[in-house]
């Protein structure tokens, strides 16, 4: 599949899907600090927006999204950027593709747009840390988690398990922040990236509970 990974400047979600086989490209405002930059295209996503891709993954910037920051939510409101955010986020959302999925942490996209399909945590997919990560889906099916740590996080005090909420204010706080884990982009590539998966998905679950011989 040729695979759009918008707003990724680190390419560790591009990187999954092309060791998966799939032809993925990073692109971003900022050039890539990742180690494949033949792989990354460095401006405005929007225009790509019009080519063919078999699937669009988004990371829309959250700086005048997130609940994080209602406290600053009237006055981005009043000087147009809380609406620049909103509207960035919807040329993904109503893109013509068939599979998207835009994330995106707790933020105000949930009324304005709609509720996530999903909400995942880094403790799902092998990560000792808790973080709200909303999800938005078309023709992609839940991301199925694959190494749930919940406990033995647990365990950690509490600004080692919200690392990423207590992170000291910096020039890299955001960008840090809004870096991919690898966990779960290894299981966007091996769920989303199979195409017998993709295609089992698309059937409706009662008919596959008949073919598996669990309803008759």
Request: proline share 6%; glycine share 6%; hydrophobic share 40%.
């Amino acid at each position: 599949m040729k695979i759009l990974v918008a707003c990724e400047e680190s390419q560790i979600v591009t990187i999954a899907f092309r060791e998966s086989g799939h032809e993925a490209y990073s692109c971003d405002i900022l050039p890539t600090s990742g180690d494949n930059p033949q792989w990354h295209i460095q401006g405005d996503v929007i225009p790509l927006l019009s080519e063919k891709w078999d699937m669009i993954i988004a990371f829309p910037p959250c700086t005048h999204l997130a609940v994080s920051g209602a406290a600053w939510f009237e006055e981005k409101r009043k000087d147009g950027r809380q609406q620049q955010g909103i509207d960035f986020f919807m040329q993904f959302a109503n893109a013509n593709c068939e599979r998207i999925a835009i994330e995106n942490p707790v933020g105000i996209m949930s009324t304005v747009y709609r509720k996530p399909d999903q909400i995942i945590h880094p403790y799902q997919f092998g990560h000792m840390e808790r973080k709200s990560t909303c999800l938005w889906l078309k023709g992609l099916s839940f991301l199925v988690e694959t190494n749930n740590v919940f406990d033995e996080m647990m365990i950690l005090p509490k600004n080692v398990r919200e690392r990423l909420h207590y992170l000291p204010p910096g020039k890299d706080r955001a960008k840090l922040r809004s870096k991919t884990f690898s966990g779960i982009a290894r299981a966007m590539a091996m769920q989303w990236g199979d195409s017998s998966y993709l295609e089992m998905m698309s059937i409706p679950f009662e008919e596959r509970m008949r073919q598996k011989g669990v309803i008759v």
